[in-house]
């Protein structure tokens, strides 16, 4: 997928620069202390600083508003003032952006919808604004044909609600005072708050709790796969209490709501679909699922929902890609599966141009579940194993429960292929084929799709798994951002995460929440699909982009020439009891060994 950097890529580039908010957190006293990296430099502003110190006295927890800057820019102000378990706020959050007029408002419509939002009459309008009745009538059509509103009330509460008031208030109106951003202004202008009624609430005491943003997770945590649902919960969790800590999306906070269902039942899977429309949900993510998935993704299009997942599926890929009005709606964070044999037969070229392994006859031995979308090989496996001088020597598809390596090790001792490899199947499994395997060993290289991901599958097989090389399109690079995820999910869960799910989960809250601060009204399915085809994310599995055909995301380099646009397919090693990524460069941790009955093999 090459990309021409001065067309589209370049545009982009420039929206995700524009969209990059600026973030700090300010105390009472004013002091600042930035926590974003290269965002918007307003969020340093004097005026965003009057703001920020001013915010606890308005007793919200949240306010957000549009700011015109002094250069006639357009800026949007979210700020966030959680309150401590005494009931005072002690910092606040504000998150600064400049953005394009939304909706195509013109500022004097953004002035006219402001003052609605008071409950002001044409005539109250034009007052403040030195214009006449009739021109304020013109301008309250055409704001709510762009708004798509019914009446003037229905806009002004729409106002309200997606943060589309300006400040300062347009000719200093006191009519806005009872409202958050007007209450702001008002103490801005130092003219006292105005009374609350007996219920309202009042700092110290009752605080406004803006609608969360709920988050659907689609989660395998129960079967054979539980192991990896969990690490898919667990990342996800980090990351809402990461976003939440930063004062959430627009001031709204994260919610995650799982929906546990079993990857190989499908009526487990179908039966986790029924149960979102329950649910007051903005999205959806989720991992793969081994059974038919078609249903499952006609049912997520149906709600209209943004469906993140991390599945592998080159079907889903085609049919998102061939019936975009069906499928829209869905995304796939993890490149396509049809990329293992690619990458297998590219770390067999590395090590052997290294002399680090010498294949005898070039046979390969393929094991893969029998369940749909779940081969190694795929459509056009083999021919590429061959055009690359390997012989498939045999290829065996297994089924549930797993639990009867029989075949394949007597296929496997009977042949003796240069590589085995072996597709996804479930960790406890796979790490009963290792032991049986390591009792009586072939000089075959055990190459594993993805399982060893999964912590359960080395503490299940342990120094059985020792060598074993394992591959995952997605997996957590070894750098800085993957050690620091590693250290802050340790110390949330109790436990280290594994090198897949874990990641993944947590980069598509990212990805999710990284759309919505870019949106006017975070949440509006429709709104959050469109974003979601222009973010370009960095996470601890790679980078992500979603805009291209099938909505999924490309293998770096097979797929992509641009590692800042695409996921390296990682190949590890276990050596010294944990993984390590072997390949490719600049990836890699570490040197691939051969692993230790291969090198008895050798001698």
């Not at 998150?95 to 013109?106: E, H, K, Q």
């Not at 403040?128 to 009446?151: I, M, N």
């Not at 799982?258 to 986790?272: E, G, T």
């Not at 055009?387 to 297994?398: C, E, L, M, Y």
């Amino acid at each position: 997928m090459t990309r021409d950097r001065s067309g589209p890529t370049a545009a982009m580039a420039e929206n995700t620069r524009r969209a990059r908010p600026g973030v700090a957190r300010f105390d009472t006293l004013g002091r600042c202390e930035r926590l974003d990296v290269r965002g918007c430099d307003l969020v340093l502003h004097e005026r965003v600083r009057r703001w920020a110190t001013l915010m606890p006295e308005t007793g919200r927890t949240a306010v957000c508003f549009v700011w015109i800057t002094e250069d006639g820019g357009w800026a949007r102000v979210d700020l966030a003032a959680p309150p401590t378990a005494e009931g005072r706020p002690i910092t606040v959050t504000a998150a600064v952006r400049r953005c394009d007029p939304p909706y195509g408002l013109t500022l004097r419509e953004l002035d006219v919808l402001t003052l609605l939002a008071g409950g002001l009459t044409n005539g109250s309008v034009a007052h403040y604004l030195g214009t006449s009745p009739r021109t304020v009538g013109k301008q309250v059509e055409s704001l709510l044909d762009k708004l798509g509103q019914p009446s003037r009330a229905a806009a002004a509460a729409f106002a309200v609600d997606s943060g589309l008031l300006r400040l300062p208030v347009p000719g200093g109106c006191a009519e806005l005072s009872a409202l958050g951003a007007g209450m702001l202004d008002a103490l801005d202008r130092g003219r006292p708050a105005p009374p609350r009624f007996a219920g309202a609430p009042r700092p110290g005491t009752r605080h406004f709790v803006p609608r969360p943003l709920t988050v659907g997770l689609m989660a395998p945590l129960l079967g054979a796969f539980g192991a990896d649902g969990e690490e898919l919960r667990r990342g996800a969790e980090l990351a809402v209490a990461e976003v939440n800590a930063r004062g959430g999306v627009a001031g709204r906070p994260l919610e995650l709501a799982s929906f546990p269902l079993d990857n190989q039942d499908a009526a487990s899977v179908d039966a986790a679909f029924r149960a979102v429309a329950d649910h007051d949900l903005a999205a959806l993510v989720g991992s793969y699922l081994l059974v038919d998935e078609r249903p499952s993704y006609e049912r997520a299009a149906a709600y209209g929902l943004p469906y993140l997942n991390v599945g592998s599926s080159d079907l889903q890929a085609a049919w998102v890609a061939s019936e975009p009005t069906v499928f829209g709606n869905v995304f796939q964070a993890g490149p396509r599966r049809s990329n293992y044999v690619r990458g297998f037969l590219r770390f067999a070229a590395h090590i052997s141009a290294a002399g680090l392994w010498r294949p005898g006859r070039r046979t390969v031995g393929v094991v893969e579940p029998g369940v749909a979308d779940g081969e190694i090989l795929g459509e056009r496996g083999a021919d590429l194993v061959e055009a690359a001088g390997w012989r498939v020597d045999f290829r065996i598809r297994s089924g549930p429960p797993y639990d009867d390596w029989t075949r394949v090790l007597e296929q496997v001792r009977r042949t003796a292929p240069d590589a085995l490899l072996l597709g996804n199947h479930p960790p406890v499994a796979m790490a009963a084929f290792q032991r049986a395997f390591a009792r009586d060993p072939s000089p075959t290289l055990v190459y594993n799709v993805y399982t060893p991901s999964v912590p359960a599958y080395l503490a299940e097989a342990g120094e059985a798994a020792e060598g074993v090389v394992w591959a995952s399109v997605t997996g957590r690079y070894g750098d800085a951002r993957g050690a620091g995820f590693a250290r802050d999910y340790a110390r949330l869960h109790g436990r280290a995460p594994g090198h897949g799910l874990a990641g993944a989960g947590y980069d598509q809250v990212q990805v999710l929440a990284r759309a919505w601060s870019g949106l006017d009204a975070p949440g509006r399915p429709a709104e959050t699909v469109a974003a979601l085809r222009h973010v370009v994310h960095r996470g601890v599995n790679g980078a992500y982009f979603l805009g291209a055909a099938g909505q999924t995301n490309a293998a770096y380099p097979d797929e992509s020439p641009d590692p800042s646009l695409s996921q390296a397919p990682l190949v590890y090693q276990v050596q010294g009891g944990r993984s390590r990524a072997v390949h490719p460069a600049p990836y890699a941790e570490a040197s691939f060994r051969p692993p230790p009955w291969l090198a008895r093999a050798a001698r």
